[in-house]
């Protein structure tokens, strides 16, 4: 009898796997991407508790959030919308790190509260106070490591950008599952490089520039530009 009960991580990882898998196939002009095979080795293997039409829901899930983000998804699972904030939150992370390696959170207990408490922080009628943030970021560490972050800082930044990017001021690219505009938080100078999770290093991006940030051959040159646009950012 198939599961009723909440995915794991161990569950959505696999989904996760099995859709950039897919995805592959398909940038590399497959001409007939194996669906079938992929749904039958899930279904003999790490969903084995799952039913065929609860993973193809999962994929098309997936394809929700891979459009949300502005990632290519695979023909045939078309986005579905019905995902739950958290869940949406843990295949966002599994996706960040598969596009993006250190930039993802990994996705577990500590992410889902972190996004709790920040969504908590942005829905109340009360405007946060500038917090102080950390200097130096606690690590905790896993089978890989992240940092523990300050949820008010980020609903702060968030805040104050006020559905807008606060580099090229072009609103969120759409409203997200929890009815907020979706922009992403960067850090200025990286956490993984000693940078601070503070007011100070923290803005509000759409994924555009975020990924400017972050890729782009000029971005000395962009963290220069982004210094130069916000007054409250403190160079580190």
Known sequence: ??????WTTRELTAAVDAYFMLRSMRTMNVKRIPKKPTLDALLAGPLSGRSKSSIE??????????????????DGYKPLSN???????????????????????????EAQEFERRVLQLRRREVRIDR???????????????????????????????????EVCASPA??????????????HVKPLAEGGSDRVGNAIAVCPNC??????????AEFA??????????TAE
């Open 1 to 6: 009898m198939a599961k009723t009960e909440n």
């Open 57 to 74: 829901r999962r994929l098309s899930n997936i394809s929700y959030v891979m459009m949300s983000m502005g990632e290519e998804i695979v």
């Open 83 to 109: 995902v739950g904030a958290k869940v949406k939150a843990q295949i966002e992370c599994l996706i960040r790190q598969r596009l993006f390696g250190f930039q993802g959170e990994p996705a577990n207990h």
């Open 131 to 165: 917090p102080a943030g950390t200097k130096r970021p606690q690590k905790i560490v896993r089978s890989i490591y992240g940092f523990l972050r300050s949820a008010e800082v980020k609903a702060y930044v968030l805040q104050e950008a006020n559905g807008r990017c």
């Open 173 to 186: 690219p759409f409203i997200d599952g929890d009815g907020m505009p979706y922009l992403e938080v960067h």
């Open 210 to 219: 975020h990924r400017r940030a972050h890729f782009s051959g000029d971005k």
């Open 224 to 233: 220069t530009l982004i210094y130069s646009k916000l007054p409250r950012l």
